[in-house]
């Protein structure tokens, strides 16, 4: 699949999730293509996260990111399945407002009431667009990709680097160097590459245009 000039949408739940699932591919790809990236939640509710938002920005700079192009909004926390309506007509809105070619977002395996809600809607308003799925590992179950981007250890370690902006995570396992790189040196394993991020699909649209 070729990203270059693509407009490229990532759409997570909260604050992390996009940068878990897909920083080291939004780091390969972000000056070859517009990248936006919008997560639902900004997590505010919670006074033990005041540093999120903070943080956040800092991890999308670290991976290259725009900061016109990236969005945080305020849909409650573990409320998002009672809230499809509304999360379905902002995808629409997005759609219309940003016209991506492809869309990231959480895996369906992915247990999590918020992860599922939203990339059961994604799905919906996305019909007609390529939708592949990322992993947080955290709340995953049964996930196994069959879609892989190669990507640079400059990209790994971009991706590390952005996750340690998170200092009010940085005691959880899924944050772990180790971890997150063992994670894309197997995915790279399976791709028959150094380092790859892995992904499901959830829906391709494929354009196959006649050669000579």
Do not use: W
Not at 92 to 97: A, F, M, N, T, Y
């Amino acid at each position: 699949m070729n990203f270059y000039g693509k407009k490229v949408l990532f759409i997570g739940a909260h604050p992390d999730d996009i940068e878990l699932g897909a920083g080291a591919l939004i780091h390969n790809i972000h000056d070859i293509c517009d990248v936006t990236c919008v997560t639902l939640s900004d997590n505010q509710k919670n006074p033990l996260l005041k540093n999120l938002v903070g943080e956040h920005y800092k991890s999308m700079e670290t991976l290259g990111v725009p900061r016109e192009n990236v969005i945080l909004e305020k849909f409650d926390t573990r409320l998002m399945p009672e809230h499809r309506q509304e999360i379905l007509e902002y995808f629409l809105k997005l759609r219309k407002e940003i016209q991506p070619d492809i869309i990231f977002t959480h895996t369906e395996k992915d247990i999590h009431q918020d992860h599922n809600a939203m990339t059961r809607e994604a799905l919906r308003a996305y019909r007609g667009i390529t939708v592949l799925g990322f992993d947080v590992v955290r709340s995953s179950h049964g996930f196994f990709p069959n879609f892989f981007v190669e990507v640079a250890k400059e990209d790994v370690d971009a991706k590390l680097n952005a996750l340690m902006q998170y200092k009010t995570y940085q005691d959880k396992y899924y944050f772990e160097a180790d971890l997150l790189r063992a994670t894309m040196v197997r995915h790279g394993a399976l791709a028959e590459r150094p380092f790859a991020e892995g992904f499901d699909i959830l829906r391709i649209v494929a354009d196959f245009k006649k050669c000579g």
